[in-house]
Every structure is written in structure tokens, then in C-alpha cells.
């Protein structure tokens, strides 16, 4: 009886009505926060779209015919990379539509999984077995179109583990995302002549400056700048290996490289670092469309 009629008194108190006063608005901060992130990504998405739907090809750059950004577009890959790797093969030709990539995520979100079902062949890698139970979802994956391994890859594992798989010397696209070690999982593959490299470099580094981080086999990227490699260094790497840096996404994200008996004049030159070169532009990532899914495979042709 006491405590219910000291805490009807707390209630009538001028302090107590003050702590709900607070309480009630930090509630309604917290809600207009919330607001205010939703209102963000929307922004930021609306940002992106026009950007890439009515400026791009009106900018002086990225109008120019030879140059690549213009021509992306989203279906499973995390950027455009999907419409520039159409349009790099709508020039070059294809061979035998066979690509290998390292790192594939859960399957549904990367560089090749539109083309798996465009009745492409290939090879995944990947740390993580999320991809598996993607792959084991899908009867029309189940016909041999698709190998895959789960590994952590190295410098020093990578070239068996192609072998293993049977990824051919000569096949059409190589598409590279393991966030720290890239550069030295593509020295490493120099037996391997893909036509197509595809590779993920640091835009935070100017574009003249040849920069890699220290290998170290286990090493994760932390989420930090302290990552992969500079443009300039990759641009120098694929020149070792014979392949040309053409263009890269508008993002800042993907650096992608063609087989110098395949360029000509179909792309934009001087292919260096200082002239392809995209800063980072995070905040145009996004996903448009609804929620991922590997597209029904069609009959190769």
C-alpha cells in the first residue's frame, strides 16, 4: 500500500513529468533519426540513378565511344560491372564463354552469375560455402555448367586449385574480388591468358602512384583504406602479363583489363592508370530492382 501510494505521488511530481517530457523526446529523436537515414539512401539512390540515366553520356569523359561507362548496367553484379563486361565482349568476341571467378559471395551477387545464365560455363572460388547452397537450389545449374571449389586462396595455392578445377589456360573472362590479396592472386595466375581480367583496385591511391599492400597469406582486408593495390600498380602488373587497362567503373570499384592481341582501337588509350583512372564514389553503390536471384539459365549458343 505504501509503495503504490509513494509512486502515485512520484507521478504528480513537477520531476517526474519532466523525465517522461525527455523520455518522449528522445523517443521522437530516435524516429526522426531513423527517418532521416531512410531518407538518405533514398536521396543517395535517386542520386545515382540520374547520374548514370541522364549525365553520363553528356559529360565530355564518359561520352566519348571508346570509353566504357556509358554502356553499365546492373542485373547481379554489385556496380554496373555487368553492362561493361557485355560491352568489352560485344567488341572483342567471344571464345569459348568460359570465365572463372574468386570470390562469388553467396552466388547470387558478382561479376559472372548473368552470365551463368546466359549459358556461359565457369568456375567459382570461393572462402565461404554460402555459394553451394545457391547453386544445390537450382536444378537448371545441376548439368555440369558450373565447378566450384571452397578455398581460402593464396599466391601459393591459386594456380593448383585452377588446375584442380580444370579452368583451361585460355578462357574468356577472369574476374578477381578478394579484397586484400588481388594483386598477388593475379601475378600468380600468369600461366593462365584469360581474354578478360577483372579486378578490384584501391581508388583511394592517386592514379600515379604504384602501391600494394604487404603479402601475407591469411591476411583479411579490416575494413580499412590498407588494402589490395593502386591502379598504377595493377596497370604495370597486367602489362607484365599482356593485357591492356581499358576502362574502369564509374565507382571506383573494378579496374578492367583486355588481352593486348585483342585490343586495337576498340577502346579508350592511353591505357594507363593516369587516364582511366575513377576516384571512389561509395556513395552511388546501389541495388536497383528487386531482391537478388540468378536469372533462368539459357541453352547455350
Not at 105 to 116: P, W
Not at 254 to 266: E, H, P
Request: glycine share 6%; with cysteine.
Amino acid at each position: 500500500m505504501l509503495r503504490k501510494m509513494l509512486a502515485k505521488i512520484a507521478r504528480c511530481s513537477p520531476v517526474y513529468q519532466e523525465l517522461l517530457q525527455i523520455r518522449d523526446a528522445v523517443n521522437d529523436m530516435h524516429a526522426d533519426i531513423s527517418d532521416i537515414h531512410t531518407n538518405i539512401g533514398a536521396i543517395r539512390a535517386m542520386e545515382a540513378i540520374r547520374c548514370y540515366d541522364l549525365e553520363l553520356e553528356h559529360h565530355p569523359r564518359y561520352r566519348e565511344p571508346r570509353r566504357l561507362h556509358c554502356y553499365a548496367f546492373q542485373v547481379n553484379s554489385q556496380n554496373d560491372e555487368d553492362g561493361i563486361i557485355h560491352e568489352i565482349f560485344r567488341r572483342i568476341d567471344t571464345s569459348s564463354r568460359v570465365f572463372a571467378e574468386v570470390g562469388v559471395g553467396d552466388g547470387t551477387e558478382n561479376n559472372t552469375a548473368f552470365l551463368l545464365s546466359q549459358g556461359w560455363k565457369g568456375f567459382w572460388i570461393d572462402g565461404s560455402d554460402a555459394f553451394l547452397r545457391t547453386i544445390n537450389a537450382r536444378r537448371d545449374l545441376q548439368n555440369g555448367c558450373l565447378r566450384s571449389c571452397v578455398s581460402f586462396v593464396e599466391k601459393e595455392n591459386i594456380a593448383a586449385l585452377f588446375e584442380k578445377l580444370g579452368v583451361p589456360k585460355n578462357f574468356d573472362l577472369l574476374s578477381l574480388d578478394i579484397d586484400q590479396n588481388t594483386f598477388y592472386i593475379w601475378e600468380a595466375l600468369r600461366e593462365f591468358a584469360p581474354r578478360v581480367v577483372v579486378v578490384e583496385y584501391n581508388a583511394t591511391i592517386p592514379p600515379d602512384i604504384d602501391w600494394k599492400v604487404q603479402y601475407v597469406a591469411n591476411r583479411l582486408w579490416d575494413g580499412t583504406l590498407n588494402f589490395g593495390a593502386s591502379l598504377k600498380a595493377f596497370e604495370k602488373l597486367g602489362s607484365q602479363l599482356g593485357y591492356s587497362l581499358v576502362g574502369c567503373d564509374f565507382t571506383g570499384t573494378n579496374a578492367f583489363f583486355v588481352r593486348n592481341d585483342l585490343v586495337a582501337d576498340k577502346f579508350a588509350d592511353p591505357f594507363t592508370a593516369e587516364n582511366h583512372y575513377e576516384p571512389p564514389r561509395n556513395h552511388y553503390l546501389h541495388r536497383r530492382g528487386h531482391p537478388r536471384a540468378i536469372l533462368d539459365r539459357q541453352q547455350a549458343g
